[in-house]
């Protein structure tokens, strides 16, 4: 099999919030924005990396989401706990400075884990959990 990851998605419960962070603080580029108002749908992904992207979706756009899973959807972004990705850089301290110039909520500042890998932590306007582990 010849599989690749191809898009992943996190919500936003605001699109211009989001549309800055990935674009303006992150640098990704956008390689779409359709919708309007709370029912945007923004792709962005890493200027050199044109076949990995994150779709970013309103969250519970589903028809089949019943209120109260959406109640539970919103509950959960509020505390960070609803959804997250792991990117990867070479120069982990770098892109920590220029995420923390650039008024990202901090969440964990560059730390070597027990389990072998040295990453931070931030958070996204929406809450998601953003970790950046160095590539060694």
Known sequence: MDITIHTTSLPHDDADAALAFYRDTLGFEVRSDVGH???RWITV???DQPGTSILLAPPAADP?????ERRTIVEMMAK???????????DLDGTF???QAGDAEVVQ????QPYGVRDCAFRDPAG???RIQ???
């Open 37 to 39: 108002g709370k029912m």
């Open 45 to 47: 992904g890493p200027v």
């Open 64 to 68: 089949g989401v019943t209120e109260d």
């Open 80 to 90: 960070g706990t609803y959804g997250w990705i792991l990117l990867a850089t070479r």
């Open 97 to 99: 400075e220029k995420l």
């Open 109 to 112: 500042e560059p730390t070597d």
């Open 128 to 130: 998601n959990l953003i």
């Open 134 to 136: 160095e590539l060694r």
